[in-house]
């Protein structure tokens, strides 16, 4: 009889290792599959900003500030590209603060060279956006790095690849009268400022 219990036990032992491996690999396979990658060079998307409003604050000499304010459900990185491409921005930078709905932020893969896209899928506190615009083929490219803080208070942040305006998000963005180019670095498949 206690032979029996043993051998039931021990098949029992081992069919929920089976079981669990089994689980544990395809959890692991389905994450592979479902990570969504993104190049470096993959252009914006435009128009999806429709509540941005653009204030001149100050000129001094050749160098232009302005103020960006974005409204629920602008999408920033598009806004950024429609602003410097309306007023022909060729050299800037900025900062900004405000709230999100969502973001999609990028870690650089240096294997694959591309973005792994980390999603934000829930209201954050924008606690910094900095970045620079250049040019790159001709055309004004919003470069964005961003952190935002979610409802834990924990800090999430990378390369801005998306993300949706809450209440609001300001920008100022400092425009100088040198032309910046970004040229392709083929080692990272990334466009890098040429000086």
Request: charged share 20%; glycine share 8%; net charge neutral.
């Amino acid at each position: 009889m206690l032979l029996i219990v043993t051998k039931c036990h021990h098949m029992y032992a081992y069919r929920v290792k089976v079981i669990f491996f089994m689980l544990l690999t395809s959890m692991l396979y389905a994450d592979s599959i479902a990570q969504e990658y993104v190049s470096p060079t993959a252009p914006p998307l435009t128009g999806k900003a429709p509540g941005m409003k653009v204030k001149l604050l100050s000129t001094v000499d050749s160098v232009q500030t302005y103020i960006l304010v974005f409204a629920k459900g602008d999408e920033v990185r598009c806004g950024l590209t429609d602003f410097a491409t309306k007023y022909q921005v060729k050299s800037a930078h900025y900062t900004a603060i405000g709230d999100v709905t969502s973001a999609k932020v990028g870690w650089y893969d240096y294997g694959r060279k591309q973005f792994k896209v980390i999603p934000i899928s829930e209201p954050a506190e924008v606690t910094s956006l900095t970045g620079n615009i250049a040019m790159f083929d001709g055309k004004p490219v919003a470069h964005s790095h961003v952190s935002v803080s979610i409802s834990d208070g924990s800090v999430r942040g990378g390369h801005l690849l998306e993300m949706y305006v809450g209440p609001t998000l300001e920008v100022y963005v400092t425009v100088l009268p040198a032309i910046l180019n970004k040229k392709l670095d083929k080692e990272f498949d990334a466009g890098v400022i040429d000086l």
